[in-house]
C-alpha cells in the first residue's frame, strides 16, 4: 500500500480516504462537507465546482485528488485568507472584497454559480487589478449563470476592483 | 436578540447527525439544527413538528409566533427560489406588525410546519401569498392591540406600535412589548375576519428596497443549498436512464440487466422497480461509476418524428380545440381593412436546464417517511411521495431545501421520487443527485408551438381585427420516476383546462382590438416530448409571433412602433410600462428598418410588450448583427414592470434583469435536439445558453403603483424581451425571422434568401 494520501486545503493538511482517481469535487464534499465547490455538469463545462490550486482557477469535478497532492487547494470557505495572504495582512477580512460586491450590489438570485463567479473573480483580480469591461467578459466567459446575473457580476467585480485599489477593507 | 431571517432561512446543519433524526409519532424528523445559532426560531419550529399537516389556515399560530424576546417567527409556504419572496413576505408580514426586518426570521417549508399555500409557481408569491400573509398579521396585530389596552387601561385607538413596543400615543414611557404581551406562548385564537389592514399610504417597509435576507450567506458558503445536505448512514444513488428521453408515454423498457456488472466496485447495488433503475453505493464517485459502468440493455423505442418536420406534426395532430376569446365579428373585420398581416411562427422545445441539476434525499421507513427536496410545493409533493410508497400522506414528511434556480416545474419532483424508491429498497437513507444528462435528458420541457397571426389595420392605422392561432401540446402528469417503477401510461393531459396555455393576454390584450379571435390547438402529447411550465409558460412563443405581427402592421403604414403601439393602446398600465421603456432607451421614433446600412455589421433596435397573466411587461432592445456570420449581439436590453404595489423595488429589478438575459439566452440560443430515439441535447455544449461575454447590459424599469394590488413579478418581461430581440433584427435587416432561437445558421439562411429574393 502506497502512504495515504492527504491534500493541503485552505491551509490545512487533510487526510483522503477516497481513492486517488475520485475527483476532488466528491472528496471536498463529501469528506471535508465544503459548501463551497458543488457539482453542476461533471464536465468542466460551467464552473460550479470551481476552486483555487496554487492561485489558479480548476475544475475539481475533473480533477483526480491525487492530482492536486502538491498544490495548495484553495476554497470559496478560504478566500478572505487567501486574499490577506496576497495582499500582506495581518488577518483575513470576514469577507473576500468579490464578496461584499456581490452583496453591495444584490447579485445574486439561487447563487449556486457564486462559488464559481467568485473563485473565477477572485482569480482575475489578483491577476489583473484594474480589469476593463472586455476583460471581464473574457475571463468569465467560462461560467455560466441560468438566473440571468450576468449584469450583477461584471458590476460587482468593477466595485470590488475599486475597492482593492482604495485599500480597503 | 434578534433572529436574522438569514438564520433560519440558510444555516441548517448540512450533516444533520442520526442523533437529531427524532423519534417522533413513529415518525422520524429532522432536528431543526440551525447550526449554533441560537435563535427563537429553530426552537418554535421545532416544537410544531410532531404532527402532520397542514396546519389551520385560520388560526394566528398558523402563520407566526411572537417570542418572550419580542422577535417573530414567521411561516410561509411560498419557498424561497432565489427570487427573494422571503425577504417581501417578511416586509409585507413586518409592516402590518410594526416589526423591524431584524426582528423576524422565517423558516423553510416543511408539511409538519408550514401552511399550505400551494405551489409556489406563476410569480404568485406575493401577488397570491402575499394577502394570505398580511391578513394573519394584521390577526395577530388586533388581537396584540386588545391585549395592550386591557393592559395599559386605554383604547386600542390610543395606541402607536414600533417594532413590537406599544404605547399610548404622546406617552412613551407607558409601554408593554409583543413578547411581554404573549410571553412566548401561542395566541390560540381564530381569524376574526375584522382585523384592520394598513392603508398602502401608511406603509413604512413595504415598498423600500430592503436587502435580500438570503444573499449574506450565500456570497459565503454558509447557506445550505438542497445539494449540500448529508445525513449520517445515508447512500448516494444515481439514476439509470438511456440518456435523453423518448416518446412520450412509452417510458424506457428494460431489455436485459446484468447486476454483476458492477460488482468490481465496492459498496454498490442496483435497485429495481419496474423499469425503474438506480444504483447506490457508499461513496459518490462509486454511485457515479456504477450508473456509467452498469450493463442494461433498453427496448427499442417508438420512434419520434424528425425534429426538422416538428412544425408539420404539431399542425396535423388531431387536436382539441378551444376558442380562449371571441369577440367582435373578426370576419367583418379583415373584410374592411386596410391592410393585413399574416405570418406562421415557430417555436422550439426548451429546458429549465436547472444550472445544479435536482437533488433530494429521502429517508423511508416501513410506516413513515422522510424526504428532502427542492420541491415547489411540499403538500402536493408528500401526495405524489404517498402514492409511490404506498403510505397515508400524513405518514411522508417533506422538508424544501432551495436547490438550483429551476424556472418552472423541472425535475424537482423526480429526483425526491428517485431518492424514496431508493430508500424503500435498501432501508437507509439516500441521497439522489441527478448528473447533468439526467436534468437536460428528462427534463419537462416548455413546449413547442406552431402559430398562425393575422392582423389587419384600417387606413388611419387603427388595428381592426386580429386573430391567434396556436398548436402546442399541456404539460406531464406522473414524474419520470412514478412512470418507470410503476410502468404506467400517464395520461393525456393536453385538453381542457390545459389548452389556456395560449393565454388571453399575451395575444393582442394590450391594444384597442374591436375584434379578436384567440384559439388553441390542444395537441396530444404522446409520441412527443414531456411538457411542463417554463417561466412564463408560452409567453415567449406568444410574444414573439404576436408582437412581430403588431410591428408589421406599423411598418406597412410607415409608422414609428413605438408610436403605433402607443395609439392603438387605451388601458392606462400598458401605456405605463410602453412610455417607461421608451423613455429609458430615449427613443427617438422612426420607422422600423429606415436606417439600415449596407455595413457588415448592422445595428437594430425593437420595441414589444406582453406579460403572463396579470402584470404588464416592456422592452426595447438594442442588436448587432453581423450579416456574414449570422451572429446577434444583444448589446443592451430594457425591461419595464408594472405589477401594481411592488412591495420591494429591488427585488423586482433584480427579477427584470434577470428576465432580459434569460430570454436573451431562449431567443438567442436554447432549442431542445432530438433524433428518433430520443432527446440528444445532454450538457451545455448539445444545450448551449447564454455565456458571460454575451450577455447584454440591462436596465430595469419599475413602475411602481402603490395604490394597485401586487401582481407577478417574475416572468411577465420574457415575453416582450424576446420579441424585442426579434423586431430589432427586422429593424437591422429588413427581414423576419418567424423561429427561433435566432442562431447563426437560420440568419445566414434568412439574409441570403433577401438577397436573392431581392
Known amino acids: ?169 | 436578540m434578534s433572529a436574522p431571517a438569514a438564520q433560519a432561512l440558510g444555516q441548517a446543519g448540512s450533516r444533520l447527525s442520526r442523533r437529531k433524526l427524532l423519534k417522533a409519532g413513529g415518525a422520524l424528523i429532522v432536528g431543526f439544527s440551525f447550526a449554533g445559532q441560537a435563535t427563537a426560531a429553530p426552537a418554535a419550529a421545532a416544537a410544531r413538528g410532531t404532527l402532520a399537516g397542514p396546519p389551520d389556515p385560520e388560526r394566528i399560530d398558523t402563520w407566526l409566533a411572537i417570542h418572550a424576546d419580542n422577535t417573530a417567527t414567521l411561516y410561509f409556504g411560498k419557498c424561497e427560489l432565489g427570487q427573494g419572496n422571503t425577504t417581501g413576505l417578511l416586509q409585507i408580514a413586518g409592516e402590518e406588525l410594526d416589526l423591524a426586518m431584524s426582528q423576524m426570521a422565517a423558516v423553510r417549508l416543511d408539511t409538519n410546519v408550514t401552511p399550505d399555500q400551494q405551489a409556489t409557481s406563476s410569480s404568485s408569491s406575493i401577488e397570491r401569498g402575499g394577502p394570505q400573509v398580511r391578513a394573519a398579521a394584521a390577526e395577530a396585530r388586533q388581537a396584540l392591540l386588545l391585549r395592550a389596552s386591557q393592559k395599559l387601561g386605554v383604547q386600542v385607538g390610543s395606541l402607536v406600535v414600533a417594532n413590537g413596543v406599544v404605547s399610548i400615543d404622546g406617552e412613551p414611557n407607558r409601554s408593554v412589548t409583543y413578547g411581554e404581551l404573549t410571553g412566548g406562548k401561542p395566541f390560540a385564537i381564530k381569524f376574526t375576519g375584522t382585523a384592520p389592514r394598513k392603508p398602502p399610504s401608511q406603509y413604512k417597509l413595504v415598498g423600500t428596497r430592503v436587502s435580500r435576507v438570503d444573499i449574506p450567506d450565500k456570497v459565503t458558503a454558509k447557506y445550505v443549498h438542497m445539494q449540500h445536505v448529508r445525513v449520517a448512514d445515508m447512500l448516494h444513488g444515481r439514476v439509470v436512464r438511456p440518456r435523453g428521453q423518448r416518446a412520450y408515454g412509452s417510458g424506457a423498457k428494460v431489455k436485459s440487466l446484468d447486476e454483476s456488472s458492477i460488482a468490481h466496485i465496492p459498496g454498490t447495488r442496483v435497485v429495481r422497480r419496474g423499469d425503474f433503475v438506480g444504483v447506490v453505493a457508499e461513496r459518490e464517485w462509486d454511485a457515479i461509476r456504477a450508473a456509467r459502468e452498469l450493463k442494461i440493455a433498453w427496448q427499442d423505442p417508438p420512434p419520434l418524428p424528425d425534429q426538422s418536420h416538428l412544425p408539420i406534426v404539431l399542425r396535423d395532430a388531431q387536436s382539441t380545440d378551444t376558442v380562449v376569446v371571441d369577440v367582435g365579428n373578426v370576419d367583418a373585420g379583415f373584410a374592411g381593412a386596410a391592410h393585413v398581416a399574416f405570418a406562421r411562427y415557430f417555436s422550439p422545445y426548451q429546458a429549465h436546464a436547472v444550472f445544479g441539476p435536482n437533488c433530494a434525499l429521502a429517508d423511508v421507513k416501513a410506516d413513515s417517511a422522510l424526504v428532502l427536496s427542492s420541491t415547489q410545493d411540499v403538500y402536493a409533493s408528500r401526495k405524489m411521495l404517498a402514492t409511490l410508497l404506498g403510505m397515508p400522506a400524513e405518514r411522508v414528511r417533506v422538508q424544501y431545501y432551495e436547490g438550483s434556480g429551476t424556472y418552472g416545474h423541472s425535475c424537482y419532483e423526480d429526483a425526491p421520487q428517485a431518492a424514496a424508491i431508493m430508500s424503500q429498497a435498501v432501508g437507509r437513507p439516500v441521497r439522489v443527485q441527478f448528473m447533468r444528462w439526467d436534468e437536460l435528458g428528462w427534463d419537462n420541457y416548455g413546449p413547442a408551438q406552431v402559430a398562425a397571426v393575422r392582423a389587419a389595420i384600417d387606413g388611419d392605422g387603427n388595428i381592426v381585427a386580429y386573430t391567434y392561432d396556436g398548436w402546442q401540446h399541456g404539460w406531464h402528469s406522473d414524474e419520470t420516476s412514478t412512470e418507470l417503477a410503476l410502468q404506467k401510461t400517464p395520461p393525456e393531459r393536453s385538453a381542457g383546462s390545459f389548452s389556456i396555455i395560449v393565454n388571453r393576454m399575451s395575444t393582442g390584450s394590450m391594444y384597442r382590438i374591436a375584434n379578436r379571435r384567440v384559439t388553441s390547438h390542444a395537441v396530444p402529447m404522446a409520441g412527443l416530448l414531456k411538457g411542463s411550465p417554463l417561466r412564463s409558460p408560452l409567453d415567449m412563443a406568444l410574444s414573439f409571433a404576436s408582437e412581430q405581427t403588431i410591428d408589421e402592421l406599423a411598418f406597412a403604414v410607415k409608422m414609428d412602433p413605438f408610436e403605433f403601439r402607443r395609439k392603438n393602446m387605451g388601458d392606462t398600465r400598458w401605456l405605463g410600462v410602453l412610455e417607461a421603456v421608451a423613455k429609458a432607451a430615449t427613443w427617438v421614433p422612426a420607422p422600423a428598418a429606415s436606417r439600415r446600412s449596407h455595413a457588415e455589421v448592422v445595428t437594430g433596435r425593437g420595441i414589444a410588450v406582453g406579460t403572463h397573466h396579470v402584470s404588464y411587461g416592456a422592452a426595447i432592445a438594442e442588436i448587432e448583427v453581423n450579416t456574414r456570420s449570422g451572429t446577434i449581439v444583444a448589446k443592451r436590453l430594457y425591461g419595464a414592470l408594472d405589477c401594481g404595489l411592488a412591495v420591494n423595488p429591488a427585488l423586482v429589478e433584480n427579477q427584470i434583469v434577470g428576465m432580459l438575459v434569460q430570454a436573451t439566452s431562449r431567443m438567442l440560443k436554447e432549442e431542445v435536439t432530438f433524433d428518433h430515439n430520443g432527446v440528444t441535447s445532454l450538457d451545455w455544449a448539445s444545450y448551449p445558453v447564454l455565456r458571460f461575454a454575451e450577455h447584454p447590459d440591462c436596465t430595469p424599469i419599475v413602475v411602481q403603483r402603490i395604490d394597485e394590488p401586487s401582481s407577478g413579478a417574475g416572468e411577465e418581461v420574457m415575453g416582450a424581451a424576446g420579441a424585442a430581440i426579434a423586431n430589432a433584427f427586422f429593424d437591422a435587416t429588413g427581414v423576419r425571422l418567424r423561429q427561433y432561437p435566432l442562431t447563426p445558421e437560420r440568419v445566414r439562411a434568412a439574409l441570403a434568401g433577401r438577397r436573392t429574393g431581392d
Open chain 1, 1 to 169: 500500500m502506497a502512504d495515504p494520501l492527504s491534500i493541503k486545503v485552505n491551509g490545512r493538511d487533510w487526510p483522503v480516504s477516497a481513492s486517488p482517481d475520485t475527483p476532488l469535487l466528491y472528496v471536498l464534499t463529501n469528506e471535508f462537507e465544503l459548501h463551497g465547490p458543488r457539482f453542476g455538469c461533471g464536465l468542466a463545462q460551467c464552473g460550479s465546482c470551481s476552486v483555487l490550486a496554487d492561485g489558479v482557477e480548476i475544475r475539481s469535478c475533473v480533477t483526480p485528488v491525487a492530482a492536486v497532492a502538491n498544490k495548495s487547494i484553495t476554497t470559496l470557505e478560504g478566500l478572505p485568507a487567501w486574499y490577506a495572504e496576497q495582499k500582506g495582512l495581518s488577518s483575513p477580512p470576514t469577507l473576500h472584497p468579490l464578496q461584499q460586491a456581490f452583496i453591495d450590489v444584490q447579485a445574486l438570485h439561487c447563487g449556486y454559480c457564486y462559488n464559481g463567479m467568485t473563485i473565477k473573480g477572485a482569480e482575475l483580480l489578483a491577476n489583473n487589478p484594474s480589469p476593463s469591461e472586455a476583460d471581464i467578459r473574457k475571463t468569465m466567459n467560462g461560467h455560466l449563470c441560468r438566473c440571468g446575473t450576468y449584469p450583477r457580476v461584471m458590476k460587482a467585480i468593477q466595485l470590488a476592483a475599486r475597492t482593492i485599489a482604495g485599500g480597503t477593507p
